[in-house]
């Protein structure tokens, strides 16, 4: 089953708190993390979280080197984030454009942290820590909110900074970021 459904925004399970991965056994998280793959590509996204495909476990992937979706955006390295945990670095928070694979077709302004420090592991249970800011940092903060039930309209401060993607690049706005 590569590509799956996605649930969208309105399906009450999307604000559902996901769980802890315990088991790292070998191969385990194989099949999500194909599906996981899989869905994201298809639908031209730069990351994704479990519960989004009906999966309500702490587990994220994104990266990507160009998007078509993000055509300025810096690469990314891929990345399989389990039981992720984000530190903001300092207190700057920065707007900046964002969609989703649940809500599809819109685009809104998100305030997120600018610089983070992220841990987690990997699909074979090795930590994972990084530093990032900008743009890798606003990805990985809306990956890891899903986890939570968070979706961005939900950290929107501006709701008239929010609306359909065309309809906002016909006013010059929504540039985009993650996803
Ligand atoms: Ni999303």
Known sequence: MPQRPVLRYGD???HQVSSPVEDF??????PLLRDLWDTMQARGGVGIAAPQIGEFVRVVVFGMEFS???????????????N????PLDDVREEGWEGCLSVPGMRGLVP???????TGRDEHGETVTREVDGFHARVVQHECDHLDGILYPMRIRDLTQFGFEDELARSGRA?????
């Open 112 to 118: 997120r942290f600018r610089h983070v420090r992220y």
């Open 84 to 87: 992720p945990r984000i530190e």
């Open 68 to 82: 078509a979706r993000y055509p300025d955006a810096p690469a990314i390295p891929r990345t399989v984030l389990v």
């Open 12 to 14: 009450p399970r999307l």
């Open 25 to 30: 056994s070998p191969g385990r998280l194989a």
């Open 175 to 179: 540039g985009g970021q993650a996803a």
